[in-house]
């Protein structure tokens, strides 16, 4: 028996279960909830299996089973067990299984490199899933009328736009206009996959997995390659985990069991009961369970749905960023915390602005939900993949759960996942490329960042002034020094800009100097107490250490106070902040490749500057150049 006593359960707000569970059908289950839509259609796309009844069979027993093994077993059962202190998500694994490192959370190294591969992924996905789920509800109006066909993409374009648009009023409120929605929907489509199947009863024995299994024995090639259209069914579930801070486990586990997961296999087992009574049905075979009475009815509530849909994988790439800006692997940007009930919420206006570019740039170019098909499960697929590494990594490091127990099961997972990147694989050319690319270009920014930002705070530090060699120039002064001078500092051991600024030393000899050294936590949240450090070195000299969560937005606000409760009172007109501004330049011995350094150079330029984070006010900043040999 394994045991799951020592695995950190997320903390379930009190009382609030049901109306979570409401507003999480409204974001989690989005995505994972439409993919009826258009999977099946693309199982035998991708396996190029004629539509009899033993295929119809297999490929609905493969979809079920999947749903069981995937979702109920993997995520359900085990990973969704493990959390950051409430926190879900691949980038939380990181967090989780990394050793401290100094100014950041996170090293380089396999395992990071393998979670910034999968989280990329995620990203991608995040881009593809709104413009397959959109596209795929709308084009029902050309089952309901052909002559409507080529109003499909203007009208898909509009509804993503809508979409992004409301994003910033936070995940909550959208959750709770969203929940009421995707109820109505599982329950149509539940009750339309019912109807289906009391006609043709004979689909049930898709139950059985043995239908799965001889359907990849006894189909070649196709047997295999139909896996790059089963994931499809399961493509909601990375977000599932990364949202799991908005919701906790509670309330998602629920509404999985209670009405998503039956609504889902009864609508596959309905579209294969339609096929088998007409094979003409696999056109378009979710639109063939409703009766035409229901059409119109049920394309508007499909796009609806779609729509939320969209929603999981926008509030997971808000998520995913947000930890990646604490736990160094993305430059900082805004990020806005939308919910003061429920703190992991946050919304991120510069991503929510590429997404909807992503989104409309794919509608317009792909133009069907069967070309963008090939290229959403592979996404996933890798992603899946880099969290059951990273999972093995916790539970063994961090759980200690003995190997004869973690190995067995997590190959397990890694056979199920690696199955769907090899069959997603050959449809490369035909769209595959979209999510490789897309993970390419964000691994390389966010690997660039990391590393580059080591590189960094290592020459910045070689400018520091250890603060011993400071004290004896720092005599006591008649009274109490009215001006404090806070320096932003990444050593809080050493006194920054005194070597290179004159009028800085010289002002010194006059004032209090504050070394405040803010750094993150590898936990997600910190109290009020563990805040803020201080240290009274002399009369004259502090040195403060500041620590935040990575879902915590820095702020200099709780500094003062933490301080004030220290009887350090900085808090006033006559104290000013200094901190770098780096100019980067090559070094003679190059550290890095010329474009590498490059790159991080123009990011770090982009970059929202830390007193920005911290919210100090402009008329209390003072910025100093620096040159910075990388």
Known sequence: MLDLGNVPVVPE???????????????????????????????????????????????CSLLVWALVLVV?????????????????????????????????????????????????????????????????????????????????????????????????????????????VMIAWFLAIGAAGAVAI???????????????????????????????GVVLAVTGVEALYADLSHFGRAPIVRAWYLLVFPALVLAYLGEGARVVADAHALQSPFYAMTPGWALVPMVALATAATVIASQALISGAYTLVAQAIALGLCPRME?????????????????????????????????????????????VSVTMLATSLAYFVVVTRVLHWRRIVAIPLVAFFVLIDGSFVLAGLPKFLDGAWLPIAISVVVSTVALTWLEGRRCLIRELEADLTPIGEVLPDLLPLSSEPVATMVF??????????????RWIRERAREERIVLLHVMPARKPYLS??????????????????????YMEPP???????????????????????????????????????????ALFAALLRNSRPLP?????????RVELGVTVRI
């Open 335 to 379: 990020v806005r915390h939308t919910s003061r009930r429920v703190y992991g919420q946050v919304y991120v206006p510069v991503v929510n602005a590429a997404l909807a570019i992503g989104c409309v740039l794919l509608v317009v170019s792909f133009r069907s939900s069967d070309r963008l098909a090939a290229a959403f499960g592979l996404a």
């Open 528 to 549: 009020a107490v563990d805040r803020v450090q201080v240290e009274h070195l002399t009369p004259r000299l502090v040195r403060v250490r500041a620590r935040f969560g």
């Open 72 to 180: 109920c077993i993997k995520y359900i059962g085990f990973i969704m067990r493990v959390d950051h202190e409430g926190e879900g998500g691949i980038l939380a694994l990181l967090a989780l299984a990394s050793k401290p490192a100094t100014g950041a959370v996170v090293t380089a190294g396999a395992l990071t490199l393998i979670v910034v591969i999968g989280a990329s992924m995620l990203v991608g996905d995040g881009v593809i899933t709104p413009a397959i789920s959109v596209i795929s509800a709308i084009e029902g109006i050309g089952v309901a009328s052909p002559a409507l066909h080529a109003w499909i993409v203007p009208i898909s374009v509009l509804v993503l736009l809508a979409l992004f648009a409301i994003q910033m009023r936070g995940t909550e409120r959208v959750g709770r206009l969203f929940g009421p």
């Open 198 to 228: 009391a006609e043709r009863p004979e689909v049930l024995v898709a139950l059985d997995p043995r239908h799965a299994i001889a359907f990849l024995l006894q189909h070649g090639a196709g047997g295999f390659l139909v896996l790059g």
């Open 555 to 597: 702020r200099i606000e709780p500094i003062l106070h933490g301080c004030a409760r220290e009887d350090l009172h900085i808090d006033n007109d006559e104290t000013s902040f200094f901190y770098a501004d780096p100019e980067v330049t090559g070094a003679a011995h190059d550290p890095i490749p010329r474009w590498r350094r």
């Open 13 to 59: 707000p009190s009382n609030r279960n049901l109306p979570l569970a409401v507003a999480a059908l409204g974001v989690v289950f989005g995505d994972i909830g439409t993919s009826p839509l258009y999977t099946l259609k693309a199982c035998f796309d991708f396996s190029g299996a004629p539509a009899d009844l033993p295929a119809i069979l297999g490929i």
């Open 488 to 501: 932003l500092t990444p050593d809080p051991n050493a006194i920054p800009f005194l070597e290179k600024h």
């Open 612 to 620: 920005d984070d911290l919210g100090i006010i402009p008329e209390r």
